[in-house]
T-cell receptor, first 114, second 110 residues
Framework: NAGVTQTPKFQVLKTGQSMTLQCAQDMNHNSMYWYRQDPGMGLRLIYYSASEGTTDKGEVPNGYNVSRLNKREFSLRLESAAPSQTSVYFC?????????????FGPGTRLTVT | AQRVTQPEKLLSVFKGAPVELKCNYS??????LFWYVQYSRQRLQLLLRHISRESIKGFTADLNKGETSFHLKKPFAQEEDSAMYYCALRRSSNTGKLIFGQGTTLQVKP
């Protein structure tokens, strides 16, 4: 199993350009997440999907859109990139067993917006 | 509002010294607390969760509801423990969403 995969690993954009970050998981998890990681800010949830066909805003959704294409894939789109979106982006999925839960993370995408 | 606070950005200790990474949370209900770790060039992974009351790689963490804390401890630090550590809170069993702290970089010097 590859677990959670993300593409691309690195990306440089100019202000105003658009792009889509791809994420896929092969663990048959229902829930998937997009986070951004910034120094001193920890991980902040951008969007969340509890199941195929559903999405929900997290703490910092402005400037982003998501698509839960199917159970495996959850993409994050930046329609008009801004320098404030320079960050490392992590996708995750989770399994829930009983009352507890474990999130599995992808390797991250390092995005720079100039 | 729910919040997780890790007051130290960087904790630097010598090999063999005890380690305590602090985590305080703000939540009125019964939270589920986790510690996640990110080693250099590796992806973020679960280290331990309070509900399991486990010890992983010599680390333990006890949930103190009175002090709203979930500090991570290890009696003797090893160089391979050097990493970024995140404390996280899950508000209820109805959601998989986590609230993460700011993270603490642990540096274990030889």
């Amino acid at each position: 199993n590859a677990g959670v995969t993300q593409t691309p690993k690195f990306q440089v954009l100019k202000t105003g350009q658009s792009m889509t970050l791809q994420c896929a998981q092969d663990m048959n998890h229902n829930s998937m997440y997009w986070y951004r990681q910034d120094p001193g800010m920890g991980l902040r949830l951008i969007y969340y999907s509890a199941s195929e066909g559903t999405t929900d805003k997290g703490e910092v959704p402005n400037g982003y859109n998501v698509s839960r294409l199917n159970k495996r894939e959850f993409s994050l789109r930046l329609e008009s990139a801004a320098p404030s979106q320079t960050s490392v982006y992590f996708c995750a999925s989770s399994e829930e067993r009983g009352t507890t839960m474990k999130q599995y993370f992808g390797p991250g995408t390092r995005l720079t917006v100039t | 509002a729910q919040r997780v606070t890790q007051p130290e950005k960087l904790l630097s200790v010598f090999k063999g010294a005890p380690v305590e990474l602090k985590c305080n949370y703000s939540y009125s209900g019964s939270p589920e607390l986790f510690w996640y770790v990110q080693y250099s060039r590796q992806r973020l992974q679960l280290l331990l969760r309070h509900i399991s009351r486990e010890s992983i790689k010599g680390f333990t963490a006890d949930l103190n509801k009175g002090e709203t804390s979930f500090h991570l401890k290890k009696p003797f630090a090893q160089e391979e423990d050097s990493a970024m550590y995140y404390c996280a809170l899950r508000r209820s069993s109805n959601t998989g969403k986590l609230i993460f702290g700011q993270g603490t970089t642990l540096q274990v010097k030889p």
